[in-house]
């Protein structure tokens, strides 16, 4: 259903009811033109949360919007439009990139993890990643807007160095801007992530 | 007395997080009901111009678009945008959501354009042409109240919304019994909220039942739905406002902006959901901006550093327009002028300034990081001028607890405190002593360290109480289910807080959090870089709750902090641009900028609430700017530097340095007197921290 939303423009030219606001409004909108979605589309997969996708799309949408309006997949988040702030971040084959940098059709071919798709990632049996389970003991968030991809992020910076000191998680982290903690306990949340799957040995 | 309880005082996790960190939370654009059109906005290039003619021709027969509307068919059909304070004889500076004959900051809405996905919206917005007519522009506030400015509007006399005076004890007394008045203009810059969620809006109509439902990124939903009712004229029963997850808001959405009564307006026309998402840029532009006071103080004392009385002359920058609050703000500083301290007469002036620029209104602190900034700033210059100690002036001027309830010339009554105490705490906890010991030996080797201080009081708590004339009372609902669970319905809307988790009430009167941090930054001379080394907080909220919330509020905005001294100042060019108006250009604080912050507490309860507590929200925000401030101006004590205006950028540190080096016997002279390796040490310096960059 998600993956026809630019072809669904399924309503028909409507007369809006003037009754409530007559005295107000001189005239009367209809609906204008229908989208011309078929003229220039593109056809892409990608693979999202080790679920196949085949969508065909404008060859202009952003990554972030093919995730969050065409799959519905709303937990990546959209902070800015410069590609600083980092609310985006996903991980596409493995590594933390920024989804609102990247056009949907440069995707094709990829496999990308959201943070829907997180936990699967570590246990596969539904319990959180590390790195989720350490925002939440440590308090590592409060809006909860950067935290997706701050989470990302941090589960990256791991799978590269499983025993980051405090100054390279700072660093690591240093492409996410958070407003609301300070960044105390996203580098706590992180240390006890690291602490935690060392144990494990996964 | 707190009531007894096993959960009071204990750290715990909130119960509200594990949808939020699995990504299965609903900010508003992730709202998504079935018909969805999207509106945007088409805003003012332009900081003032009349407006021609508009022509919306090429925009409503675009791909996708289903109407266009501007502002004079919305005139007298979606009332202005609210202004909750009555300043007496403020001009009514409000607003139109959408300009009719005039724009009056860059960012204005002119239109909007409702499509049928949020690609199309945008290309829309492109294709509405409007005739401007350029009129001069005026962002400096002392410029804008000056005689001959130019008038942002036709039926003022002058561009001054007003003038606010506030004096207690004996003003005049005091400064002729003065032995030493100290002087300073200062500057706190004005700033952007920027939460990490920019705003948005989504409205559905339901038309059998005249039900209007808004989602709307918010702080006030309750004061929100009786607004945007009023504003169109809508009965209030009929309005639903929702706030989803919110990211963030920091006072930037404690407000009612037009874009949601023009989003519930046009669901309401056509029938289908709108919904509005704030772009960045649009945010930075004209989401409220912060702060924005030029001070001119004096202070009287006694040459033991005793205060005796203090004089300001405040200019706010409120921008060009009323958001719901903006004319009040600036009022707070005068409240809370006089800080921790015992000050016998005070007199404050505030002239509220109408700018080019998009309207000031509450930011985290709300006029009071302004006025401690102010007082702890003076405080440090009392000490310098009267070459006494920083510590040992705050001393000489605390109250002593048993002063409290403290009754403070500018009218109010401080609950409960003990200064004596969290300086005490912080200093023993900084190792302050050996601080300056350390600060002495690396002078003499060439290296500037600044040891900064900042003892503040801040009031808080004021929602509902008795001592606040005007409504807004909290109510909460306890019904008890057939199952025997308890469900407890309250008016407490959340947006990071922890809410949740943590209990509500209603206070009898203000409380006043206080606190004291020290905080250690090392200069370098030949950049102006400064490096934030160390900082100390101890805050004392009363009755703690949840540490991990309290300290999860301190730090957030001990940085927030940071900011504003180091980094962060909403630029506006002579043109009324917006030249700060993207992450790239408005930085703000990031993870590796920040040391590890030290926190800890005392706890003064509060005697005007059952549970004795205060409030920490803002008091990170409130109190660390200045301790930066006068560790930055304590670093650069001997090249004999005395202020430094906000924010400490490094340009200014160097041409301050550099002037001071022109003028007087440079610091490196002397120490050479003693070490004949200074130069070369600071070379080396250099090579180390480039070395640990490359890191």
């Known amino acids: ?202 | 007395m707190a009531p007894a309880s096993p959960y009071i005082g204990r750290p715990m996790t909130r119960k509200e997080d594990p949808r939020l960190i699995q990504g299965l939370s609903h900010y508003v654009d992730d709202i998504q009901l079935p018909g969805t059109h999207f509106m945007a906005v088409v805003r003012s290039p332009y900081a003032h111009a009349r407006i021609g003619s508009i022509d919306t021709s090429k925009a409503k027969s675009a791909p996708g678009a289903v109407a266009v509307v501007t502002g004079p068919e919305l005139h007298g059909v979606i009332g202005v945008i609210p202004c909750a304070a009555q300043i007496p004889d403020m001009k009514p500076a409000f607003r139109e959501v959408l300009a009719t004959d005039k724009v009056r900051f860059v960012g204005e809405p002119v239109a909007v354009v409702v499509a049928s996905d949020r690609y199309a919206a945008g290309d829309a917005v492109d294709l509405v042409e409007v005739e401007y007519e350029p009129l001069p522009v005026v962002v400096d506030p002392e410029k804008a109240i000056a005689k001959g400015a130019p008038r942002l509007y036709d039926q003022f006399e002058d561009n001054v919304s007003y003038r606010w005076e506030l004096e207690g004890g004996d003003v005049a007394g005091a400064f002729k019994a003065a032995e030493k008045i100290v002087s300073q203009r200062m500057v706190n810059q004005r700033l952007i909220p920027v939460p990490m969620e920019p705003r948005g809006v989504v409205a559905e109509y339901i038309p059998g039942e005249n039900q209007l439902n808004i989602w709307t990124s918010t702080q006030i939903p309750h004061l929100a739905r009786t607004q945007i009712a009023a504003m169109l004229n809508f009965p209030e029963d009929g309005v639903r406002v929702i706030a989803p997850e919110v990211g963030g808001g920091f006072g930037a959405k404690l407000n009612v902006y037009g874009e949601e009564a023009l989003t519930a307006h046009l669901a309401i026309r056509l029938e289908r959901p709108v919904k509005w998402i704030e772009g960045r840029r649009e945010h930075f532009q004209c989401t409220i901006h912060g702060r924005d006071e030029i001070n001119y103080m004096d202070v009287a004392a006694k040459s033991d550093g005793t205060v005796l009385g203090i004089r300001c002359r405040v200019i706010a920058d409120l921008g060009a327009y009323y958001q719901l609050l903006t004319p009040m703000i600036p009022t707070l500083t005068g409240l809370m002028i006089c800080g921790s301290y015992k000050i016998p007469a005070v007199r404050m002036e505030i002239i509220g300034a109408l700018t080019n620029k998009m309207a000031t209104d509450a930011y985290r602190g709300a006029g009071r990081p302004e006025a401690t900034y102010f007082i702890e700033r003076a405080m440090d210059l009392v000490a310098h001028d009267l070459k006494k100690d920083v510590v040992e002036v705050r001393r000489i001027n605390f109250p002593k607890p048993k002063d409290f309830p403290y009754a403070v010339p500018t009218g109010l009554t401080y609950d409960s405190a003990n200064y004596q105490k969290s300086l005490a705490v912080v200093l023993k906890m900084s190792g302050y002593t050996k601080l300056r010991a350390e600060q002495a030996a690396l002078r003499r080797k060439g290296r500037y360290i600044g040891i900064g201080l900042s003892t503040y009081v801040e009031i808080c708590a004021m929602g509902p109480s008795s001592a606040m004339p005007a409504g807004g009372w909290e109510s909460a609902t306890v019904r008890i289910e057939p199952t025997g669970k308890v469900n407890i319905l309250t008016g407490s809307s959340m947006h990071g807080q922890g809410q949740e988790t943590t209990h509500f009430f209603e206070p009898a009167n203000f409380t006043f959090p206080f606190g004291a941090h020290v905080c250690v930054v090392e200069v370098d001379p030949e950049t102006g870089d400064v490096k934030l080394e160390k900082y100390f907080a101890v805050d004392d909220c009363g009755n703690a709750i949840n540490p991990l919330l309290i300290d999860g509020q301190v730090h957030g905005g001990i940085v927030q902090s940071v900011g504003q001294a180091l980094f962060e100042e909403a630029v506006y060019d002579s043109e009324g641009q917006l030249i700060t108006g993207e992450f790239t250009d408005y930085a703000i604080p990031r993870a590796h900028d920040i040391p590890r912050i030290r926190t800890n507490r005392t706890v003064t309860p509060s005697p005007v609430n059952p549970m004795g507590v205060k409030g920490v929200g803002e008091a990170g925000t409130i109190g660390a700017t200045p301790a930066l401030v006068n560790a930055v101006v304590d670093a650069l004590a001997p090249f004999g530097v005395r202020h430094v205006d906000l924010p400490i950028k490094r340009e200014k540190i160097w041409r301050l340095i550099h002037e001071a080096s022109k003028s007087a016997k440079p610091p490196e002279k002397a120490a050479a007197k003693k070490s004949a390796k200074a130069p070369p040490k600071a070379a080396s310096r250099k090579s180390s921290k480039a070395k640990a960059r490359r890191k």
């Open chain 1, 1 to 202: 259903m998600h993956d026809d939303y630019f072809a669904d423009l399924n309503f028909f030219p409507r007369r809006v009811n003037l009754l409530r606001l007559s005295q107000c409004f001189p005239g009367e909108f209809t609906a204008g033109p229908l989208r011309p979605e078929a003229i220039m589309a593109v056809d892409v997969e990608v693979r999202v949360n080790r679920k196949e996708h085949r969508s065909s799309i404008e060859p202009r949408l952003l990554l972030v919007h093919y995730l969050r309006d065409t799959l519905g997949l709303t937990g990546t988040h959209i902070g800015c439009e410069t590609s600083v702030c980092g609310a985006c971040t996903v991980l596409l084959d493995g590594k933390a990139v920024k989804s609102c940098t990247m056009l949907a059709a440069q995707a094709d071919g990829s496999e990308i993890t959201t943070i829907e798709g997180l936990a699967a990632t570590y246990t596969g049996n539904g319990n959180l990643h590390p790195v989720q389970e350490g925002f939440w003991e440590k308090h590592g968030f409060q809006c909860g807007y950067c935290t997706p991809g701050m989470i990302l992020a941090g589960a990256a910076l791991l799978a590269r160095n499983s025993r980051p000191s405090e100054s390279e998680i700072r660093e690591a982290i240093s492409g996410n801007l958070c407003r609301c903690t300070g960044y105390q306990h996203i580098v706590d949340a992180i240390d006890y992530a690291a602490k935690k799957m060392k144990k494990s040995k996964r």
